[in-house]
Structure formats: structure tokens, C-alpha cells
């Protein structure tokens, strides 16, 4: 009996061991998501912006080939005319390189990069997102599980007053009536065990979507991070922390470079262009006989080059409409980041309602459960005098099970509006929380593309397959 006890401790030791923190839901969370994944393609997308843009200031090289063939054979009245056949081809190199713009190609750069820093902080607001939903599914899954435990445990409390009331009915001292309500209240109170095994399925699918696998046993969330002591410094460090106005900045930025870059559309540019040509002609002749053939060929070539100034005199107003454009988009840019801090502080203030809300009602269901087991105890006490009737005994019971389950809820909602406030103030991240792998760099594809590598060719090109490789893209 000893060996076959002490084989299940060896079997089920790894098990406790092995149980599931906040911290490793979040990492798996992290590691698993499809919304990271597609955010950061959509960033190595728009880093792409920015080697297109600079590849303009480049020389453009181009190459084109040309080869035709005709034959004539003409016959006029009774005569035969000579009949003749024609080859030519030709092969021209062409460069072409953009000497002078004032500068409309460069602020082209300047606002590709700065689109690249906003996508950036969009991709801290995903990494929110996704961290948020994996705490949110972490602490359902407790809170569903703590439900199922004490509605099964309420489920063997009202079963044990139910034979006790048979009991009591069997000696007469109380009524089919007091037997009947033992019934319903268990038929009740076994609903409400389903229900909350059904709730706790529901919550087990949301974990599995948020964090990318099935629950395992699960650990207490460990003591919350720490926040700020008022609502103002929150507000104060969102205003400087969070993303999305972060991002509203960049979208500024962008927008009033846009005015400049209208501007200097209207201005000329200069190109320079090389191009050499090589070609050969070969003509035959086919005289009538006995005369034969003749045959006449030579190659040509040249080297040509140009300067070519070029810029807009009238575009029916097209342009004047583009600069307006620009400036009415930078005012909404500007409008626009006013809305996004008003938003952010709005939802500042709403956790930390919450995170209040939720530390005040934990704080009355710990008062309501101790009043409510004091009254329970002395309704079962005074039932076995016949002072309370079956009833008060199970009125009183329930009152505990709500008070229970409010502590339940109040408890997950407390800690869960804490990472509310930290992803309102924009600290909700895996290098804030500390969790200890490695994140993304959103800077080496950058770094390794801006200069609008030659894949496969230069020695950058090679780099960005080596990136590519390690991101899991080829």
C-alpha cells in the first residue's frame, strides 16, 4: 500500500510542479499570436517604404532590345522585279540619375521613416492587446474554476440539509413543505453547478484563442505589478507612455511634412541621362537570273546624353488642391491627437474607477461572508430548536454562496483592473512586465533594408536573408 502510494506522489509530483503561471500565459500569449505576427509584417511592409524611397536619389539602369525581319517580294505587270530581305537589331543601355529636386525627394525619405515609427507604436498597442486578452482569459479561467468549486460544494451542503430534512420529516417535527423546498432549492442549485461548468468550458475556448493552448492547472496570479498613487500621475505617465498617442504624434509629424512635400512639388527638377546604342543592318537583294544576289550589312553605335529640366506651369489647379489637401489633413492630424488623449485619459480614469470599484466591493463581500457564515450557524443551531424553520436555514446558506461568489468576482476583477490602468497608461508590454524572453526588435529588419539593399547580391542582401530565415519568412 506504502509503494503504490508513494508512486502516485512520484506520478503526480511533476504535474504540481509543472502547473501554469500568469507569467507563462503571457509569454506563450506573446510567442503565439497571429495579430503580433501579422503587425510586424505590416511593419517590415512599411520599412519597404523606406528603401523605395530612397532608391529615387539612385541611377536608374535599363536596357533595351530590339531585332526585326522583312521580306518584299513585289510583282508588277509581266516583269519580276528583284525581290529583297531585311535584318536589323539594335541594343541600347540607358541611365537615367535625379540631379536636383529642391529637396521633395528627401522629405519623401523623412516621411517614410516617421510612417515607419508610427507603425512601430501600433505595434506596441497590438503587443497591449494581445498581453491584455491573455491576463483577461488567465483570470476567467480561475474565476470559472473557483465558481465550479463552490457550486458543487453548495450542491453538498444543500444535499446534506435535504436528508436532514427527511429526517426531521420522518419524526414529525417539521412538513412535506419544508421537504419540498430542500428539493428545489438542490434541483437550483444543481443548475447552477452546470451552468458554471458550462461557463468554465466557455472560459478554457478563450483561453486557448488567447494564449494559443488548452489550460493546464493554473496558479494563483501572483501579487500585481505596481501603479501609480493617484490618477493624475497615471494620466500623466499615459500621456508620455501609451502608443496611441505615440502614434497620433508620428501621424502629425507626417502630416505637416506632407504641407512641405506639397510645396516642393511645384518646383522644377533635373535629370541626367546616358544612353548607348549599338545596332547591325544587314539588307540581301535577289535579282532576277541570271544576275544573283547582292548582300549589304554594317554595324552602328553611339553614346548620347542629356540634361533635362522639367516642373509644372499650370495642372488646372491640381496642385493648389494637393497643398490645401495637405493642410486640411494635418489640421484633422492635429484634432485627431487631441481625441486620442482625451481617450487615453478617459480610460485612465475609467480603470482606475474600476480598479476602486473593484477594491471596495472585495472589501464589503470579506465583511458580508463572515456576517453571513455567524448567520448561518446560528440558523442551523437554532433550527434544531425549532426556532427556524428549513427554509431560514437555506435562505441563509444562499446568502453565504452570493456573498462567495461576489468575493470571487470582486477579487479577478481587482487584479485584472490593475493590468486595465498599466495597458491605459501603455506599460502593459513584455519588456515592462518583465517576463523574460526575447522580444521582437523592430529595428534589424530596418537597420538592414533602409539602404534599399540588393537581395541576394550585396552582402545587406545576404543579411536580409539571414533575417528573413530567423523570422521564419523563407
Known amino acids: 500500500m506504502t509503494a503504490i502510494c508513494l508512486s502516485a506522489l512520484l506520478v503526480l ?66 516583269t519580276t522585279p528583284a525581290a529583297s530581305e531585311s535584318v536589323s537589331g539594335s541594343l541600347a543601355l540607358t541611365a537615367s540619375l535625379l540631379l536636383f529636386d529642391f529637396g521633395a525627394t528627401d522629405k519623401r525619405i523623412e ?51 435535504l436528508r436532514a430534512a427527511r429526517d426531521r420529516f420522518e419524526v414529525g417535527e417539521i412538513t412535506q413543505t419544508d ?22 468550458l466557455v472560459a478554457r475556448e478563450a483561453y486557448k484563442a488567447a494564449v494559443g493552448r488548452m489550460p493546464g492547472r493554473l496558479s494563483p496570479p501572483p501579487n500585481p505589478p505596481s501603479v501609480p498613487s493617484t490618477v493624475e500621475a497615471a494620466k500623466s505617465q499615459a500621456r508620455g507612455r501609451h502608443p496611441d498617442i505615440k502614434a497620433a504624434q508620428r501621424s502629425v509629424s507626417v502630416a505637416e511634412m506632407s504641407i512641405e512635400l506639397a510645396k516642393r512639388s511645384t518646383m522644377p527638377t533635373l535629370n541626367a541621362q546616358v544612353q548607348a546604342t549599338t545596332g547591325l543592318r544587314s539588307t540581301t537583294t535577289y535579282s532576277p537570273p541570271p544576275i544573283g544576289t547582292t548582300t549589304s550589312s554594317g554595324p552602328n553605335a553611339g553614346v548620347s546624353g542629356s540634361l533635362t529640366l522639367s516642373g509644372p506651369i499650370y495642372s488646372g489647379g491640381r496642385l493648389s488642391a494637393l497643398y490645401r489637401q495637405a493642410l486640411a489633413q494635418a489640421e484633422a492630424a492635429r484634432a485627431g491627437l487631441h481625441v486620442t488623449v482625451l481617450n487615453v485619459e478617459q480610460a485612465v480614469g475609467n480603470a482606475w474607477a474600476q480598479l476602486a470599484i473593484a477594491t471596495a466591493s472585495l472589501q464589503a ?43 470571487i468576482q470582486a477579487r479577478y476583477d481587482q487584479y485584472l483592473a490593475i493590468y486595465n490602468l498599466l495597458a491605459a497608461m501603455g506599460l502593459l508590454t513584455a519588456d515592462h512586465l518583465r517576463l523574460g524572453i526575447a522580444t521582437y526588435d523592430p529595428s534589424a529588419y530596418f537597420n538592414t533594408v533602409q539602404n534599399a539593399p540588393l537581395r541576394t547580391v550585396s552582402p545587406q542582401g545576404e543579411k536580409l536573408d539571414h533575417i528573413l530565415e530567423a523570422l521564419g519568412k523563407r
Open 13 to 78: 509530483a511533476p504535474v504540481a510542479a509543472s502547473a501554469e503561471t500568469l507569467a507563462d500565459a503571457m509569454v506563450a500569449a506573446y510567442k503565439n499570436s497571429g495579430l503580433l505576427d501579422q503587425q510586424r509584417a505590416l511593419l517590415r511592409a512599411e520599412d519597404e517604404n523606406v528603401a523605395v524611397a530612397v532608391s529615387a536619389l539612385r541611377p536608374v539602369l535599363s536596357y533595351t532590345a530590339q531585332g526585326s525581319w522583312n521580306f518584299n517580294n513585289p510583282s508588277v505587270g509581266g
Open 111 to 161: 516621411i517614410a521613416r516617421e510612417n515607419v515609427l508610427m507603425t512601430r507604436e501600433a505595434l506596441v498597442g497590438v503587443e497591449q492587446n494581445v498581453l491584455l486578452n491573455a491576463v483577461n482569459a488567465y483570470l476567467n479561467v480561475l474565476s470559472a474554476s473557483d465558481t465550479v468549486a463552490l457550486q458543487a460544494n453548495s450542491v453538498r451542503l444543500i444535499t446534506q440539509e
Open 179 to 200: 421537504v419540498s423546498l430542500a428539493e428545489a432549492r438542490l434541483a437550483a442549485s444543481r443548475a447552477a453547478e452546470a451552468s458554471a461548468q458550462g461557463n468554465l
Open 365 to 407: 463581500t470579506d465583511r458580508q461572508i463572515r456576517a453571513s457564515t455567524v448567520a448561518l450557524r446560528g440558523a442551523r443551531e437554532e433550527a434544531t430548536l425549532g426556532a427556524r424553520t428549513t427554509l431560514d436555514v437555506l435562505n441563509a446558506e444562499q446568502e453565504l454562496l452570493d456573498a462567495r461568489s461576489s468575493a
